[in-house]
């Protein structure tokens, strides 16, 4: 019979905010597989070093970030070969994800590869959306009022159709966008409505307001807006 493969979750960065199911599957894991950048250390391992077991076989598979999609997918293609052949051999195989699997998650790829060979079961993690409306005290959406997640990348009339549309919304992937985004808001007169978080639940953790937020931004960071109370009052 073939193992399971388990897409888990690890929440932020602070390791204190995996669920117990997560922390129980990586300890009792004889297999696991985590992304990294070519060449970097895997903030997945690093979130779930405490709980990885000595003579755990690890299987780290490096997976570039280029606008150009088709290494990615390579790179995919490649662990889903090796985690396979674990599977196939009749092992369980626990892959680590930042934040949820299923919301932003690399895991996708690797389920949407291997869902129809073998039983996969995805276990749920705090996203860095909840994880920074918690550390900024920000609540977002309350009763029939409207939430969006936009993606930085997306083009200025996307951003201004989506700021238009929510009550609230969170722009992920800042990084390199900071200042085309910024710009949008300040165009819509919502800057003040706007917060800057890096890092969220980590050490170098840093909320400011969206004014005096650095450009270009570190990848880990992410704009709260809320059309309700100024934030800052």
Request: aromatic content about 6%; charged content about 20%.
């Amino acid at each position: 019979m073939s193992g399971v493969l388990y897409g888990i979750g690890l929440g932020p960065g602070d390791p204190e905010l995996m669920t117990l199911k997560a922390a129980r599957l990586i300890s009792e894991a004889a297999v696991v597989a985590y992304p990294c950048l070519p060449g970097a250390e895997s903030f997945a391992r690093k979130i779930a070093a405490g709980m990885i077991r000595e003579g755990t076989i690890e299987l780290a598979f490096e997976v570039p970030m280029t606008p150009e999609r088709t290494p990615a997918q390579m790179a995919y293609d490649k662990a889903a070969k090796e985690i396979t052949g674990a599977l196939e051999a009749g092992g369980d195989v626990v892959v680590l994800c930042e934040g949820d699997p299923f919301f932003y998650g690399s895991f996708m790829y690797l389920h949407a590869r291997l869902s129809e060979r073998f039983t996969v079961e995805v276990v749920p993690g705090v996203t860095s959306v909840s994880a920074a409306s918690a550390r900024m005290g920000l609540p977002l959406v309350a009763r029939n009022e409207m939430f969006s997640v936009l993606p930085a990348p997306l083009e200025d009339a996307a951003l201004r159709a989506g700021l238009d549309a929510a009550d609230s919304v969170a722009i992920i992937k800042v990084g390199r966008h900071l200042g085309r985004v910024r710009a949008v808001i300040e165009g819509l007169g919502l800057t003040k409505r706007a917060i800057y978080i890096e890092r969220a639940t980590l050490g170098e953790e840093r909320v400011l307001p969206l004014c005096d937020a650095p450009d270009p931004a570190p990848y880990f960071s992410m704009i709260l807006l809320t059309k309700g109370a100024d934030p800052w009052l």
